[in-house]
Nanobody
Framework: VQLQASGGGLVQAGGSLRLSCAAS????????VGWFRQAPGKEREFVAV????????SYADSVKGRFTISRDNAKNTVFLQMNSLRPEDTAVYYC???????????????WGQGTLVTVSS
């Protein structure tokens, strides 16, 4: 599986961004996809995950109600809509694939290269 994350950038607090994760190399609907983020000097942390069909989603408490994960299996793409962004959301965001449904990085097999999100106050 190859994953390509995009859509990061600089945004003011309260603003929105939509990240995309384009996948290739294996039947897209056969695996779940998660988003993680890593801020400078911190561990990589779970953000959200979407199941194979897109019907099941889960979120970290820190983003619940502000972020929405979705997928378009016809386009082999997963999205992360981020609203009401805060300076503490600043991080490199990574998408990753898993054959299960996991909330920790150890459960993920393939990772994209990351896209930087910077939220200014």
């Amino acid at each position: 599986v190859q994953l390509q994350a995009s859509g990061g950038g600089l945004v003011q607090a309260g603003g929105s961004l939509r990240l995309s994760c384009a996948a290739s190399g294996r039947t897209f609907s056969s695996y779940a996809v998660g988003w993680f983020r890593q801020a400078p000097g911190k561990e990589r942390e779970f953000v959200a995950v979407v199941g194979r069909s897109g019907r099941i989603t889960s979120y970290a408490d820190s983003v619940k109600g502000r972020f929405t994960i979705s997928r378009d299996n016809a386009k082999n793409t997963v999205f992360l809509q981020m609203n009401s962004l805060r300076p503490e959301d600043t991080a490199v965001y990574y998408c990753a694939s898993t054959s299960g449904y996991h909330f920790t990085r150890e459960g993920y097999d393939y990772w994209g290269q990351g896209t930087l999100v910077t939220v200014s106050s």
